[in-house]
């Protein structure tokens, strides 16, 4: 089941612990106080199993009237490869075409362009590197 999640609740902080653990530690890094506080503006959202545990999670930030940017996508690792991502994804892009927005845009670490690669999304211009690794601007017209 996908819910979108209100900032500052438990369910938030459920989902920046996955975050935490799936895309912040592995490079050695910690959200800031400040980085969070940053997320009151954007739309988070979760994928949660039928015990309400979570399982996979986003956010989308709208970026102006046309664009959101699809940011911290994290799946639980007991879960990758499942079709989580994937429905989250889709899911979004629904939730983005009903708020009337026109492109969804990312930056993708390099071993998740086949991921995006396979939701349509296109790479955009030349590689990159962000939080200390390679990755690439992407995006997908609605």
């Not at 935490?20 to 997320?39: G, H, S, V, Y």
């Not at 986003?58 to 009237?65: A, I």
């Not at 969804?104 to 939701?119: Q, S, T, V």
Request: aromatic letters at 14%.
């Amino acid at each position: 089941m996908i819910f979108e999640i209100e900032f500052g609740t438990p369910l938030y902080d459920s989902s920046v612990h996955l975050r935490d653990l799936i895309l912040r530690k592995p490079l050695k890094l910690e959200f800031t106080p400040e980085q969070l506080a940053e997320e009151y503006d954007s739309f988070h959202f979760a994928y949660l199993d039928d015990d309400f545990d979570m399982l996979g999670c986003l956010v989308m930030k709208p970026e102006d009237n046309n664009s959101v940017r699809m940011r911290q996508v994290a799946v639980s690792d007991s879960y990758q490869k499942q079709g989580i991502g994937t429905a989250m994804v889709i899911y979004v892009e629904k939730w983005a075409k009903e708020r009337d927005f026109k492109t969804i845009i990312l930056h993708a670490r390099d071993n998740a362009i086949p991921f995006y690669e396979n939701l349509n999304y296109k790479k955009v211009g030349k590689p990159f590197y962000e939080v200390g690794i390679e990755h690439y601007f992407m995006k997908k017209e609605l």
